[in-house]
């Protein structure tokens, strides 16, 4: 395994050039282009890394998969899915076009405004309440208290306005439940906590192994909520290049503007790759190319 992922940072690396770090988040804008890595969690508990896989990074939308999963636990499905749709949305995941059209009810869980309104039906009066819970599942799940990246959480809560519009417009509609400020710094610390590869393929390997954890054997979550998430992922999770995704890919995958992405082979393994050059969508250049690279080696699309 070790020498396939080498080979995959490596097939990789040659295209990190034709990206650029995300700029609009101004601490982000600092980040390293050059960087690269990948790690592998297999539900046997065993798992392998490559490049900087140890590196911390902020998941950005990455988190939305795991607002998603604590609100499902706290809340159940049926709940959860009366505020946001299943459908992808084929828009930027900041557009607020949709929203005017859509009577304020976001597409789906996986873009910003879908995020937000999950965010706000966490339990917990405040946002570092909320996020506590969101966190405080990840951190078992990975092995490790978690935290969020201050420079980069106050960086985005100080010039997000695109975001904090999005919040009030689907106020406006009472798709968000509560204080509007809540749900949306909910959002943005969620976006800011700071992981690494083998931290973030950890805590994604029970969306592989049917909803158990395998490291501590408890379920996480019921496998019929593990498909509808698998599914989104699939359908959703890159943004508007989801489809040519799941053709080149071909598993489901959750990418963030930190330039992480961390994709699920179901019943086989969790991966998480990192590179923070971004293509125009958003999508971290680098770890899209070592998941292709790895889906081509092992066989791993879902449709082949
Ligand atoms: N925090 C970022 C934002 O809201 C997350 C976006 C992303 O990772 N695609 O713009």
Redesign the pocket.
């Given at each position: 395994m070790h020498s396939i992922l080498d080979a995959a940072l490596q097939s990789a690396r040659p295209f990190l050039s034709k990206g650029k770090v995300?700029a609009?988040?101004p601490a982000l804008n600092r980040a390293n282009p050059d960087q690269l890595g990948v790690a592998v969690c297999l539900p046997d508990g065993s798992s392998f890394s490559a490049g900087d896989a140890g590196v911390g990074f902020?998941?950005?939308?990455?988190?939305?998969v795991f607002t998603l999963v604590t609100a499902i636990r706290s809340l159940g499905r049926d709940r959860v899915f009366e505020r946001v749709g299943l459908e992808p949305s084929g828009n930027p995941?900041?557009s607020l076009v949709q929203l005017e059209y859509e009577a304020g009810r976001p597409r789906n869980p996986f873009i910003?405004a879908g995020?937000m309104a999950i965010s706000s039906l966490l339990p917990g009066e405040t946002s570092s309440i909320r996020l506590d819970v969101v966190a405080g599942g990840m951190s078992e799940l990975c092995g490790r208290e978690l935290s969020i990246n201050v420079d980069v959480y106050s960086s985005?809560r100080d010039t997000?306005n695109?975001?904090k519009a999005v919040g009030f417009f689907m106020k406006h509609f009472d798709i968000i439940e509560g204080d509007v400020t809540v749900a949306v710094d909910t959002?943005?610390r969620s976006?800011?906590i700071e992981m690494t590869c083998l931290e973030l393929a950890r805590a994604g390997l029970f969306l592989s192994n049917h909803g158990v954890d395998p490291t501590s054997k408890q379920r996480i979550l019921e496998q019929h909520d593990v498909q509808w998430i698998n599914s989104l992922m699939t359908t959703c999770g890159l943004?508007d290049a989801s489809g040519e995704f799941a053709c080149r890919v071909g598993v489901p995958g959750k990418?963030?503007?930190?330039g992480g992405i961390l994709a699920i082979v179901p019943g086989k393994m969790s991966i998480a790759a990192f590179g923070p050059a971004l293509d125009e969508k958003?999508?971290s250049i680098g770890a899209w190319k070592v998941l292709e690279f790895l889906s081509a080696e092992m066989g791993l699309s879902l449709y082949a």
């Open positions: 995300a609009y988040i902020t998941i950005q939308s990455i988190s939305k995941f900041y910003n995020a985005e997000g695109r975001n959002y943005f976006c800011s943004y990418s963030g503007v930190g958003g999508n």
